[in-house]
């Protein structure tokens, strides 16, 4: 976020939502740059943005969640596009997971019957790119192209301050999922558009909040369809939206109990018996340059459990190097390295765990896929 922002006049608002871990002194310490705010309660997404809305000065407003990695570049070119583009209210970007896969969502067009039908269905699923059954996630459209889309992604959403003083923030009876999908209705019911940039990628670890396939997620995503219905459908449209939400919580609720039963036992009966150490096991390899080698070295000697197999100060020939050091895990760290050429290497690489350590920083994190938690790891040496 710092590098994002080194030629541009910006400030950085964190809103902390009762975290109970240490999160507020650790900032406060860390970054005493950043105008760190404690709400006292989790009150949910909406909440904690409008809270630090509050704050914001800028003639931009970014909503980003704290489990991203942005490019150095990534806002200078999002605030060009606002120059160049006055019919543009919002802007949402190309969002990869931490094994480098294009997160769908990152681009939506408004639901309906007819689309919810489809997602309910698996006909989105089992023809993504289809203009007429995927195009909840408009997966007929190019990625890594520049379109006017309906929904853009909470998780990055720049929006002009003047766009948001007429239409209002976030709708805090979301508590979490469907406020994006609402606040940019309000922002194109308004007269804008809201665009979405392939050309500015960046890292969305995700799993963090809620289990996609959990019951938990169900109940709280379909909630949030209910409540966008009610306020923007009326009629014969809002009755069918009704009906669907409904089908769709019992259908999904009863997969989700059956995907849990299953997993609860294959982990007991079929889970791994390995009793070596992750140590014995996990070859690490990193790019850093010569000189930042040394943040690294205090996580090993801390206790890091992985078997240090190599190291590059570049990208060249990095898949020989992988293969013939047989890494298991790949650690990016970012210092001359820049995240915008760390991010184009995200896809080259598949079946390697990526891992993340900013240079001088007091952490590496990791998020192999966005349907599970991730892990991160943090000097004084810790594990969670």
Request: aromatic fraction near 14%; proline fraction near 2%; glycine fraction near 8%.
């Amino acid at each position: 976020m710092q590098k994002a922002i080194e030629e541009i006049s910006a400030q950085i608002i964190v809103v902390d939502n009762a975290s109970a871990d240490g999160t507020a002194a650790y900032i406060r310490t860390i970054f005493p740059g950043v105008l760190f705010i404690e709400s006292g309660a989790n009150n949910g997404f909406s909440r904690a943005c409008n809270i630090g809305l509050e704050k914001a000065s800028g003639e931009f407003v970014l909503f980003l969640n704290p489990d991203t990695i942005v490019a150095e570049n990534s806002f200078e070119i999002c605030i060009d596009f606002f120059r160049s583009n006055s019919i543009c209210g919002a802007i949402g970007v190309k969002m990869i997971d931490g094994s480098g896969n294009f997160l769908k969502e990152s681009k939506r067009s408004f639901p309906s019957p007819l689309i919810s039908f489809f997602k309910l269905t698996g006909l989105s699923a089992a023809f993504p790119k289809s203009e007429l059954f995927g195009k909840y996630h408009l997966g007929h459209l190019d990625e890594n192209k520049d379109h006017v889309v309906d929904v853009l992604a909470g998780a990055f959403m720049m929006i002009r301050k003047e766009v948001l003083e007429k239409v209002g923030s976030f709708d805090e009876s979301f508590f979490m999922y469907g406020e994006d999908i609402d606040l940019s209705y309000r922002i194109q019911k308004a007269g804008y558009l809201n665009y979405y940039l392939g050309q500015v990628t960046i890292i969305h670890f995700k799993g963090e909040s809620t289990k996609r396939e959990s019951l938990k997620y169900v109940r709280l995503f379909y909630k949030a369809m209910s409540i966008f219905v009610k306020k923007h459908y009326s009629g014969s449209k809002a009755f069918l939206f009704r009906i669907i939400i409904q089908l769709a919580i019992i259908i999904r609720g009863f997969l989700a109990a059956i995907a849990n039963v299953i997993n609860t036992i294959a982990k007991r009966f079929f889970g791994k018996k390995d009793k070596r150490s992750s140590a014995e096991r996990s070859h690490l390899f990193f790019v850093a340059k010569e000189k930042e080698w040394e943040g690294v070295e205090l996580f090993l000697t801390a206790g890091l459990p992985f078997n240090l197999v190599g190291r590059s100060d570049s990208f060249m020939n990095l898949e020989t190097r992988l293969a013939e050091t047989k890494a298991e895990h790949l650690l990016f760290v970012a210092g001359d390295i820049s995240y915008k050429d760390i991010i184009a290497q995200m896809k080259l690489h598949p079946g390697v765990m990526k891992y993340f350590h900013a240079y001088k920083s007091r952490s590496i994190v990791c998020s192999n896929d966005s349907s599970s938690n991730g892990q991160w790891y943090t000097y004084p040496y810790e594990i969670s």
